[in-house]
């Protein structure tokens, strides 16, 4: 146990220290919803009708940039063939580090989402459902991105190639985020039945996330 | 003939030399009876002669499916049992299920026009296979990536493995933002309940594409083993070369 | 065969299947004869594999 809380530590620290991935993912999540206007328009109406999928999106695409730091970092200075090598299962050590990433990366979206949401005319209860989505399904999008980051550790610019693999295993998650929010909002829809669904998904990458990274480090370092 | 004999590249390649040209000859003469059945099928009451589509779409979209279930077999031959033709035949797999997908999806959307009118329509099934296109695009991205034709084929394997479990959940989700969006009806294309008179040319149809792939996909491994061959007598080639300098 | 008002697009769906359906096995055809080839000139060149056999043979 102590290994993993040493781990998740250490990964905190690192991601909140200056070059680490922590707020420069809210500062890309601001950026991309500032963006969002200047191509939309400033009509209000129509920026608080898009606000929640603005959101999720710019959210979604912080998480993606943040991701390839998960673990080329410690692939750089030789630090992930110790993790690999070391006694503690390497499914938990990714879920660790998984975790210390979502602390560092994916909170702080989720802290930032009340400012970001009055630039985009949302009231208080689209705000709350968003940031409760966002609270919800992060966790998933942190945890699938996982394997694709374990799957492009050992090429050099897989920057790219990793948003690609990552991105279409994203889709069920932003899809029943944006629905869940909605649902909050409009009321057309019970929110439970999304938001369950979202929650399942967070929960199942949960498990399958370390299992297949691992997998991929295991096999992608030798 | 067990899987294990299969195991040896050589044999594998005899094999193969025996068996494709029959493959080919009974694809061929399947494809024309196909065609010839479809250009006689009768015009459907709703749709007109446009249902004749239908005929090389559906067939296109199984296919597109069907490979990612081979290559997901593949995979796991790969990971689970280390069979050495597994990564052989998940490679070479790849770009023929991509062209599938594609076709699919450029047939479904010649087939929307008439039908919806407008050439992309964001229902169900279209996304689905969109998606899946852009799957088949990052994993044949992930083969090129990575120089050793074997630590390729275990990162390919996983991908394609984490790819079949996500393609369930990512049709229901699909499916689910779809009636969600689009209370509106969309007319279901060819259920169960198609009558015989379609019926027929379209199973003559997917099992000659079914056969087309299982050729082509012989033949793409045959060339991939091949391929392999090339390479390590290129690096043996080189290792002698430095030998007799050294 | 009376293709109805829109013939174009069934003739351009069947065309396109076709045509993809040729370059897919062009480009199998050509990749077989493109490693042979190679395999040939390596064998030429005087490589030889570990298990002594040609280098093409595919008996």
């Not at chain 1, 690192?14 to 950026?31: E, Q, S």
């Not at chain 2, 749709?47 to 490979?67: C, D, E, R, S, Y």
């Not at chain 2, 050495?84 to 991509?98: F, N, Q």
Request: net charge positive; proline share 5%.
């Amino acid at each position: 146990m102590t290994a993993l809380s040493a781990l998740i530590r250490r990964d905190i620290q690192i991601a909140l220290r200056v070059g680490g991935g922590a707020l420069i993912g809210v500062l890309f999540f601001l950026t991309v919803v500032v963006l969002m206007p200047f191509a939309l328009g400033p009509d209000l109406a129509l920026l608080s009708r898009l606000g929640p999928a603005i959101l999720w999106l710019g959210a979604l695409l912080a998480s993606l940039l943040t991701l390839d730091r998960l673990f080329m970092a410690d692939h750089e200075d030789g630090s992930l063939d110790l993790i690999v090598m070391s006694r503690t299962p390497l499914e938990l050590a990714c879920a660790a580090k998984a975790l210390a990433h979502w602390l560092a990366a994916g909170l702080p979206l989720i802290v930032a989402t009340p400012a970001l949401g009055l630039l985009l005319n949302l009231d208080a209860t689209a705000t709350s459902a968003v940031a409760l989505t966002l609270l919800a399904g992060t966790p998933a999008l942190t945890f699938t991105g996982m394997i694709g980051a374990a799957l492009a550790v050992t090429l050099h610019r897989g920057g790219l190639l990793l948003a690609v693999l990552v991105l279409p295993l994203s889709i069920p998650v932003l899809i029943f985020g944006v629905a869940a929010s909605q649902a909050a909002i409009t009321e057309q829809l019970p929110f439970g039945t999304p938001f369950s669904i979202l929650c399942a998904l967070s929960l199942v990458s949960l498990v399958i996330g370390p299992f297949a990274a691992a997998a991929s480090l295991r096999h992608g370092l030798d | 003939m067990t899987l294990i004999d299969l195991a040896n590249p050589t044999r594998f390649l005899k094999l193969t030399a025996r068996i494709l040209p029959w493959l080919a000859g009974l694809t061929a003469v399947l494809l024309l009876i196909g065609l010839y059945q479809a250009a006689m099928a009768p015009d459907d009451y709703q749709q007109g002669a446009t249902v004749k589509i239908m005929f090389v779409h559906v067939p296109n979209a199984w296919l597109a499916m069907f490979v990612w279930g081979v290559m997901s077999l593949a995979a796991l031959g790969t990971l689970v049992w280390r069979h050495p033709l597994a990564d052989v035949a998940a490679k070479a797999a790849a770009p023929i299920g991509a062209a599938f997908t594609f076709l699919a999806l450029v047939t479904g959307s010649l087939w929307g026009r008439p039908m919806w009118g407008t050439y992309w329509e964001w229902d169900a099934r279209l996304t689905s296979v969109l998606i899946l296109f852009l799957m088949y695009l990052g994993l044949i991205a992930l083969w090129r990536a990575v120089e050793d034709p074997s630590r390729a084929a275990r990162a390919a394997a996983i991908l394609t493995l984490v790819g079949a479990l996500n393609l369930p959940i990512i049709k229901f989700s699909v499916d689910w933002w779809n009636t969600l969006h689009q209370p509106a009806s969309v007319m279901r294309m060819g259920g169960s309940s198609l009558d015989r008179a379609f019926l027929i040319p379209l199973l003559v149809m997917a099992v000659a594409f079914s056969l087309l792939f299982v050729t082509l996909h012989l033949a793409a491994m045959r060339n991939e083993i091949l391929r392999r061959r090339v390479r390590s007598l290129q690096l043996m080639q080189v290792a002698q070369a430095s030998q007799r300098s050294a | 065969m009376s293709l109805g008002p829109y013939a174009s697009f069934i003739t351009i769906s069947y065309v396109l299947v076709a045509a993809v359906v040729l370059i897919l096995i062009g480009w199998v055809a050509i990749d077989y004869r493109r490693q042979k080839a190679r395999l040939r000139e390596l064998e030429a060149s005087g490589v030889t594999r570990r298990s002594g056999r040609g280098v093409a043979d595919t008996r």
